[in-house]
């Protein structure tokens, strides 16, 4: 198995512009995750979908954030317009079933914002 | 709301010595605490998942054991040497994780 696959692996964009974050969760799981990870803040989770419905999405900071699923094989995570403080990296993670599962991770997008 | 907390934030010890990681949570109603290492501009590997019947798993030199009734888990590094040396997070789930800050583990060869 690939894994969770996440695309890009590095954006660098200017203040204002639309960033979009990409994720292929493990073929089978129904359960995907986005968090997001700073020095200040820690590990924070965004969003999470089970079988591509947002379940929870009571940690995306603010109307900027968007998230999207629109079928089992690939989510999105857009901000517009993006500001130098979501300077962090993007996780997407998966889990089998339901959220109380193993949660697997992909590799990350490390977003700079100038 | 769910606080996870991990002590200490950083440890170095020499190759060989046996460790233990401690996490702490403060909602005892979890569903399962899940033990990853991050390595640096890497992401998380999934190490140990405990669910809540359980009381501790095994894989390898790796143990890590949940007490709910305290709020405490912690991860036992035996025989520890420097490939280990990475970030450990531990992540307290009632349907969505929780995460502490993390230890940073330095195996000194």
């Known amino acids: 198995d690939a894994g969770v696959i996440q695309s890009p692996r590095h954006e660098v964009t200017e203040m204002g512009q639309e960033v979009t974050l990409r994720c292929k969760p493990i073929s089978g799981h129904n359960s995907l995750f986005w968090y997001r990870q700073t020095m200040m803040r820690g590990l924070e989770l965004l969003i999470y979908?089970?079988?591509?419905?947002?379940?929870?999405d009571s940690g995306m900071p603010e109307d900027r954030f968007s998230a999207k699923m629109p079928n089992a094989s690939f989510s999105t995570l857009k901000i517009q317009p993006s500001e130098p403080r979501d300077s962090a990296v993007y996780f997407c993670?998966?889990?089998?079933?339901?959220?109380?599962?193993?949660?697997?991770f992909g590799p990350g997008t490390r977003l700079t914002v100038l | 709301k769910q606080e996870v907390t991990q002590i200490p934030a950083a440890l170095s010890v020499p190759e060989g010595e046996n460790l233990v990681l401690n996490c702490s949570f403060t909602d005892s109603a979890i569903y399962n605490l899940q033990w990853f290492r991050q390595d640096p501009g890497k992401g998380l590997t999934s190490l140990l998942l405990i669910q809540s019947s359980q009381r501790e798993q095994t894989s390898g030199r790796l143990n890590a054991s949940l007490d709910k009734s305290s709020g405490r888990s912690t991860l036992y590094i035996a025989a520890s040497q420097p490939g280990d040396s990475a970030t450990y997070l531990c992540?307290?789930?009632?349907?969505?994780?929780?995460f502490g800050k993390g230890t940073l583990l330095t195996v000194n060869p």
């Open positions: 992540g307290g789930s009632n349907y969505k994780l929780t």
């Open positions: 993670a998966s889990s089998p079933y339901q959220a109380d599962n193993e949660q697997f």
């Open positions: 979908f089970n079988n591509n419905v947002p379940i929870d």
